[in-house]
């Protein structure tokens, strides 16, 4: 279901300018013209098929009317539910995020003021706290992955739907790389267990980040941030501005 093409509504606004010209000339002819006065009452078939022609193409183009502003009014109702939907899963890796660096500050008496800041500054030492609990570090990575996984959903479900309007297009466009920055920062902390993996007894061995090459803190780093940046970026264009 999709609101008519401008295209075809520029043809429907040419078609009633058109009918519109063609009773005004009719009647400026009628009023100021004997010859033709002369000839529609002496053909008043002719007359009544002209008259009629033009209450058809009238109420066509009312009905017409009528049926784009229905359609224009439930596109415009599927696009805010879809919107609406992708609001709430997109804001699930960000929302780990936070409150994963809130226990860290809490634990740290340092409160983040601006938690892009915060995790620019301070990725490293948030990621060797989690590293440092294994039950931890699982939790953070399984949360994040979880909502990676729904956010993908909504994103396949509403995304055919929602990339015809070019405004929830734009949104559309910020949340693939949420997902893909929320796999990667998982995969860091604690690598997706394969099925043997959750057969065989659980490490608790305390790691850091100690190991991770620079790339790999910088890639933490820049994955927490995209997140955060593409989550509030979608909520702000989602929101209405404050009167």
């Not at 300018?17 to 002496?42: M, P, Q």
């Not at 909502?147 to 990339?163: C, F, K, M, N, Q």
């Amino acid at each position: 279901m999709q609101p008519a093409p401008a295209s075809q509504r520029r043809t429907t606004l040419r078609l009633a300018l058109f009918v519109v010209g063609v009773v005004v000339v009719l009647s400026a002819a009628e009023l100021t013209s004997k010859r033709f006065s002369a000839f529609t009452g002496d053909h008043s078939l002719i007359a009544t098929f002209i008259t009629e022609a033009i209450l058809l193409v009238g109420v066509y183009l009312v009905i017409d009317e009528i049926i784009q502003r229905r359609e224009t009014r439930r596109w415009s109702d599927v696009m805010s539910l879809g919107v609406r939907a992708l609001s709430t899963r997109a804001e699930g890796p960000a929302v780990t995020i936070r409150r994963t660096i809130d226990k860290f500050a809490a634990g740290t008496e340092s409160e983040p003021v601006d938690y892009q800041e915060f995790v620019s500054g301070r990725a490293d030492e948030l990621a060797d706290w989690l590293l440092a609990d294994p039950t931890r570090a699982r939790s953070f990575a399984e949360e994040t992955r979880q909502s990676a996984s729904r956010l993908e959903e909504a994103i396949i479900r509403w995304g055919p739907t929602l990339v015809e309007d070019p405004d929830s297009a734009e949104l559309l466009n910020l949340l693939p790389d949420v997902v893909d920055s929320a796999r990667s920062a998982a995969g860091m902390i604690a690598p997706a267990p394969s099925w043997l993996d959750r057969a065989a007894p659980q490490d608790e061995t305390v790691t850091t980040t100690r190991g991770w090459t620079e790339d790999e803190r910088q890639r933490f780093r820049d994955s927490l941030v995209e997140i955060l940046e593409n989550a509030d970026e979608f909520q702000r264009r989602v929101s209405p501005a404050p009167s």
